[in-house]
T-cell receptor, first 115, second 112 residues
């Protein structure tokens, strides 16, 4: 079965500083990878996804992620964060046993932006 | 994109009550999912459905059941609510691989 590890449960970052949120996954076959964001009191919305092709994926709000197959990682980055980026971020991996329709999520990383 | 609507944002129920959480999607897509979200545990899959009257258990189905009588509606049922079912419940719809999910706004359920 697929699994996702988000090592950092909380990440505080000063405003306008860069940030990296780490995600590692385990799978013996090719999978799809996703990052979702959850703002306070809201559901999750898709930030970006890796399906195939270029390993650098660009998403909304200036975020990008890099797929690294050898390290089974899919880290999320932003060069300069803003107060509005304060949220919880979830990494997810698809399950090929269900035609990649079903996702397994990590435990989340809470990003706090310090003014 | 699929739009997913959860009918209640907040619910308070008593222990032992039968609880229905409703979720509706506005597109003709097959896949729907119920997750619960708890601090430090992330999202855990309760049940999912690929088609009408079809259901599959997720990782934590105990104490829950689901109903999918129509393609657009997927209901989560707590047969006899308990305090350890106090949680945020998230419904998601999928337009088919490989597009990922669209989530509803969530229902925060408190069982007292």
């Amino acid at each position: 079965a697929q699994s996702v590890t988000q090592l950092d449960s909380q990440v505080p970052v000063f405003e306008e500083a860069p940030v990296e949120l780490r995600c590692n996954y385990s799978s013996s076959v090719s999978v799809y990878l996703f990052w979702y964001v959850q703002y306070p009191n809201q559901g999750l919305q898709l930030l970006l996804k890796y399906l195939s092709g270029s390993t650098l994926v660009k998403g909304i709000n200036g975020f990008e992620a890099e797929f690294n197959k050898s390290q089974t990682s899919f880290h999320l980055r932003k060069p300069s964060v803003h107060i509005s980026d304060t949220a919880e971020y979830f990494c997810a991996v698809s399950d090929p046993n269900f035609g990649n329709e079903k996702l397994t999520f990590g435990t989340g990383t809470r990003l706090t932006i310090i003014p | 994109d699929v739009k997913v609507t959860q009918s209640s944002r907040y619910l308070v129920k008593r222990t032992g009550e039968k609880v229905f959480l409703e979720c509706v999607q506005d597109m003709d897509h097959e896949n729907m999912f119920w997750y619960r979200q708890d601090p430090g545990l992330g999202l855990r899959l309760i049940y999912f459905s690929y088609d009408v009257k079809m259901k599959e258990k997720g990782d934590i189905p105990e104490g829950y059941s689901v109903s999918r009588e129509k393609k657009e509606r997927f209901s989560l049922i707590l047969e006899s609510a308990s305090t350890n079912q106090t949680s945020m419940y998230l419904c998601a719809g999928s337009g088919g691989s490989p597009y990922g999910y669209t989530f509803g706004s969530g229902t925060r359920l408190t069982v007292v």
